[in-house]
């Protein structure tokens, strides 16, 4: 064959090539879910395709044969093609240089360089590929997504046209033996390429074989285009105080860096609800503003008394913004104001329905060895109670608010003394409204936060080093000096009219220091035997320093978040914040043990106790909200803790804390959770206990069992279900059962979940939500699947 005349060929086997993904162009085109952005256009193959320069034609076949007087160049015979990452397989091949016209017949097949598989009984098209046909199309892309039609045809180069096609994202027929679950039909799908549009006429969706959704004519944007404003997925629900719910979306296109949805909801018991979003895209970050509004029309819905009763007209608006300023540093923000303090809660408003909404602005630099942070805080506390003296607007009086707290963290890059010097530095200034006491019957008062204004700068310098000896032996001594200052602007706990067993430092500024010299020495002690492996490791620490200054006498507001348990053990400051600080010389003993079997068992374990050797016990000083009561840590000789877990290569877990009193070893607190998962039958057991703790406000034990188990009773079917039970009260406090499907192309889950919370009076009690998501169209609510989640 003529050197020209294999450039001719290569030239049409690209374009016959590249029809394929014409082809799947067309196919992803109808499942593009109105105006979802699709980072995936870029990629996805159009109606033109570029072959790498220098490629060459690589042709097989049984027979290949030159007609000079036809001008017409046929193979047969297994006719193989390979051209710029393109390949076809055919039975016959024949390319006619009259017409320019090439056709492959008989179980043809093209592959296209990024995956996409196309087949046909016969193709037909020109060397320009602005006219062609191929009979009985069906093409399979990477994403295992199919398309199959009687007939696919190009017109004039720029439409492509399908005759009776069929979508579908499930396993094809022969691979599950039934029809698809669910596919998408239309009588003929026209894509046009000059207004990037795919038209759809007579089109429906058929689930189980059987049609639930018809729309004779429907045209949505192409692959190509990322983004078209238009209607998105409706979502429908149901709950207990606002009836049933029907969601439609509109997604609005404003510039190439803005756009918007605007959702309508209609709530059978409550009215209207309007949301909006816009999103604003930024070379340096991102901006969106959300606000929505509702005039309830039937408030007494909701239990007597709750703030969603005594309200008719609603609603929120809400910014956050994230940008950079440059690689190491960023700024951003995220506020809420609603016209009540439970708006966004009860109307379940994604992002804005959490029990307490942290507003908060912040500033943020990390560097290779250090990080800076700056945040200023407001706390929204979302709650329809109906005691007045425990309203939300109460308890959102009585957060503090924070402007700001910084925190600067340094590592020296370079060795000093052979060991590591680090500085940490942190700023905090907040005021409060309102006080927020404890007032336990017949026992101390605690002062969770007193109205007023406070500042404290901490700054601490800190140097360790470790030394290994030649038995293995590890040795870390460690050196550290800390400085604290206040501004002291709270008022004290007699103003509140309540006693306080410490002394409160009236003075308007305060100082306060701690220095601290320790060593810490650890000995992994290795056991091997012919089947297993032990590690073994005594862990000893002692810290000298002086005693606590001030010690209850200020105010304490990051430092009241504290349990003791293993995990803390070998803190050198076991205090949650830096209102607080650690005092006395303090040593802490305990044993780590890692073991693994060849069996597939495996065991993990620590367990140890702390003591205060000398000086004053800081957790045994007085302290407004009253951290360090009963901690454990409040004597001489502190509880045991431990920790140990257990996994079996049967799987199943066990793993247990625990927290034992010094004296008589009776269980102060701990968590015990055991659970089992197979490919059919996955579970949990959590049991939870905590002592009475008179100081708290808890005078009975609090133990609790939760409990939850998922069970694939059927190829594709599930049964869940989850439960929380109160001993003490003898009461179920939260369940819920639910059923799910979930094959390669569809997941469907109904859920039905009631709570009671005897502490918070939230504006439903129950819910049901079901979703369903077909892969490659997208998801439809048909609940309130947030609260539903187990």
């Given at each position: 064959m003529a050197v020209s005349n294999r450039k001719r060929i290569g030239k049409i086997v690209a374009a016959l090539l590249s029809g394929a993904a014409a082809y799947v162009f067309v196919v992803a085109s109808p499942v593009v879910v109105y105006a979802q952005a699709n980072d995936a256009a870029a990629t996805t193959p159009?109606?033109?395709?570029?072959?790498?320069?220098?490629?060459?034609?690589?042709?097989?076949?049984?027979?290949?044969?030159?007609n000079k007087d036809t001008q017409i160049v046929t193979a047969s015979g297994a006719v193989q093609i390979n051209y710029g990452g393109y390949r076809m397989v055919s039975q016959r091949v024949?390319?006619?240089?009259?017409?320019?016209?090439?056709?492959?017949?008989?179980?043809?097949?093209l592959i296209t360089p990024d995956g996409n598989r196309m087949y046909g009984d016969h193709m037909d098209v020109t060397d320009n590929f602005s006219d062609g046909f191929v009979d009985a199309l069906r093409l399979e892309m990477p994403d295992n997504t199919r398309l199959a039609a009687e007939k696919g045809e190009r017109v004039g180069g720029t439409q492509m046209i399908l005759t009776k096609g069929v979508y579908t994202a499930c396993l094809p027929c022969s691979a599950v033996g039934r029809a698809p679950l669910w596919q998408v039909k239309a009588q003929r799908v026209v894509q046009d390429g000059k207004t990037h549009t795919v038209t759809l006429h007579h089109a429906r969706m058929e689930l189980f074989g059987q049609p639930i959704a018809y729309v004779p004519w429907m045209q949505v944007p192409d692959n190509t285009v990322k983004r078209k404003s238009g209607f998105l997925f409706p979502s429908f629900g149901i709950n207990e105080n606002l009836g049933f719910s029907a969601s439609v979306p509109y997604y609005y296109v404003i510039s190439p860096s803005m756009d918007a949805t605007v959702t309508g909801t209609y709530y059978t018991s409550q009215g209207f609800l309007l949301q909006g979003e816009v999103r604003n895209r930024f070379e340096n970050g991102t901006h969106t503003l959300r606000f929505a509004g509702i005039d309830q029309s039937n408030p007494n819905q909701f239990n007597s008394g709750t703030t969603d009763s005594k309200q008719t007209t609603r609603g929120f608006v809400a910014s956050k913004g994230d940008f950079k300023i440059n690689?190491?540093?960023?700024?951003?923000?995220?506020?809420?104001?609603?016209?009540?303090?439970?708006?966004?809660?009860?109307?379940?408003?994604?992002?804005?329905?959490?029990?307490?909404?942290t507003n908060q602005a912040y500033l943020t630099g990390i560097g290779k060895r250090n990080y800076f942070d700056a945040r200023a805080y407001y706390f929204d506390v979302q709650n329809a109670a109906t005691d007045p003296d425990l309203s939300a607007v109460t308890a959102e009086k009585q957060q503090?608010?924070?402007?700001?707290?910084?925190?600067?963290?340094?590592?020296?890059?370079?060795?000093v003394e052979g060991g590591e010097l680090s500085a940490t530095v942190n700023f905090t200034n907040l005021s409060r409204d309102t006080a927020s006491t404890l007032s336990p019957a017949d026992f101390n008062n605690r002062f969770l936060g007193l109205s007023g204004t406070d500042t404290r700068l901490t700054t601490e310098v800190q140097w360790q080093r470790t030394f290994t000896t030649d038995e293995g032996l590890q040795l870390t001594p460690l050196l550290a000096a800390r400085?604290?200052?206040?501004?002291?602007?709270?008022?004290?706990?007699?103003?509140?009219?309540?006693?306080?067993?410490?002394?409160?430092?009236?003075?308007?500024?305060?100082?306060?220091?701690?220095?601290?010299?320790?060593?810490e020495a650890k000995y992994p002690i290795l056991v091997s035997t012919s089947n297993s492996t032990h590690v073994f490791e005594p862990i000893a620490q002692i810290y000298a320093r002086p005693n606590e200054q001030l010690a209850g006498e200020l105010p304490?507001?990051?430092?009241?978040?504290?349990?003791?348990?293993?995990?803390?053990?070998?803190?050198?400051?076991?205090?949650?914040?830096?209102?607080?600080?650690?005092?006395?010389?303090?040593?802490?003993?305990?044993?780590?043990?890692?073991?693994?079997?060849?069996?597939?068992?495996?065991?993990q374990s620590i367990a140890g106790q702390s003591y205060q050797v000398a000086g004053m016990n800081s957790f045994a000083s007085p302290d407004l909200a009253g951290t360090g009561a009963e901690s454990g840590l409040e004597t001489r000789s502190s509880d045991y803790v431990g920790m140990v877990g257990v996994t079996t290569p049967q799987g199943i877990s066990l793993s247990t804390s625990y927290r034992l009193d010094e004296q008589d070893l009776s269980y102060k607190r701990g968590d015990t959770a055991v659970s089992y998962s197979n490919p059919d039958f996955q579970s949990s057991l959590v049991y939870t206990h905590i002592a009475a703790q008179p100081n708290y406000g808890f005078l009975e034990n609090q133990d609790e069992i939760q409990g939850s188990a998922k069970y694939k009773f059927k190829d594709y079917w599930s049964i869940f279900g989850t439960v929380s039970y109160d001993l003490n009260n003898d009461e179920i406090t939260r369940e819920g059962v639910g059923l799910s499907y979930e094959d390669e192309c569809t997941i469907f889950t109904l859920a039905f979940l009631s709570r009671k919370d005897s502490t918070n009076e939230t504006a439903s009690d129950w819910s049901i939500g079901a979703r369903i998501t077909f892969r490659t169209l997208g998801d439809i609510n048909l609940g309130d699947t947030q609260n539903t989640t187990f």
């Open positions: 159009g109606t033109k395709v570029k072959v790498p320069e220098g490629s060459k034609l690589v042709l097989s076949s049984n027979e290949l044969i030159y024949e390319y006619n240089q009259k017409t320019g016209r090439m056709t492959a017949t008989g179980n043809v097949e690689p190491r540093w960023a700024f951003g923000w995220d506020a809420m104001l609603q016209s009540d303090n439970d708006f966004a809660r009860t109307y379940n408003l994604t992002g804005f329905n959490q029990s307490t909404h503090s608010i924070v402007y700001p707290v910084i925190d600067y963290h340094y590592v020296a890059p370079e060795s400085g604290d200052a206040f501004g002291l602007g709270m008022d004290s706990p007699s103003s509140q009219g309540l006693s306080y067993t410490g002394s409160f430092d009236d003075n308007s500024t305060a100082t306060r220091g701690m220095l601290t010299a320790g060593l304490n507001e990051d430092a009241q978040s504290f349990v003791f348990d293993a995990t803390n053990l070998f803190d050198r400051d076991k205090f949650s914040g830096y209102d607080r600080v650690e005092g006395g010389t303090r040593a802490n003993l305990g044993i780590r043990y890692t073991g693994s079997f060849d069996s597939g068992y495996k065991l």
